[in-house]
């Protein structure tokens, strides 16, 4: 996926690939602008739903299963441009049979809005470029959204967070997902007590170069920044999100509970190593004179 600002558009490497000389998205500001985007599949040449003859034209489809592949696509798209699903703010929808399909389609369409409402319109043409019965037109909000109302918004669900306390420190916390933002600092103080640097350690040699079970996200503080995935403390298999720029951490759900067994662990392992103390009484004993 690039996110250049200085590149012409944002292109997915999961969405199918365009039809045309266009991106999936392009950015303009805090609003992410998507080409219309319908139900097939990258490297794919059957599309979802749909029944084509030997000259390729259209024998029969599936409007839901359709509907179903043009929603995941997008939702692809918004990922990859460090946005998200409920980010979005409105919609164009495409229709090539108004009176057979609405019924359908917006039932659809209600259940995976159903906790997000963005603007709608919807048309019916005649065709679409490729054979196909619904596209979808989006737009929906990128970055630091509420940052002028003093807000950290989630960069996996797009919601705005809210403050708690964790000890001494007050962080942003995502309520839906559970996720958890940390500024510069705040991870070595959340964390169970330890001695040394857990940021540092955690950071110091650190490939970035991890997978896990989301895309890329922006900071949540830095608009366009992408995060880079670390490791906590290398070797654990905590696999979280990091800010080159502002040195912040996102944390999914749960994961500053897994950070705490570890450092428990760590802690233990360090308690069972032979102290400066009985170290030095022994060199004393090997060095007598026998």
Known sequence: MSNNKRSPGITSARAPEPVGAFPHARRAGNLLFLS????????????????????????SYDITTQCKAVFENVRMVLEDAASSWDRIIDVTVFLTDMEKDFPTFNALYAEAFAHNQPTRTTIEVKSLPTPIAVELKVVASVGDWTAALGQVRCPRCGRATVPRSVGDVTVHQCQPCGGLFLHKGELNKVAEPTAGDLEFSTLDLDSFEHDDDHGPIACPECDDEIMRKVEFNIHTNIIMDWCPRCGGFWLGKGELDLINEEVQRLNEANKEKVSPPMLWFARFIWSLPR
């Open 36 to 59: 219309g985007m319908g139900p097939r599949r990258r490297d794919a040449s059957e599309i979802p739903g749909v029944k084509l003859d030997a000259d390729g034209k259209i024998v």
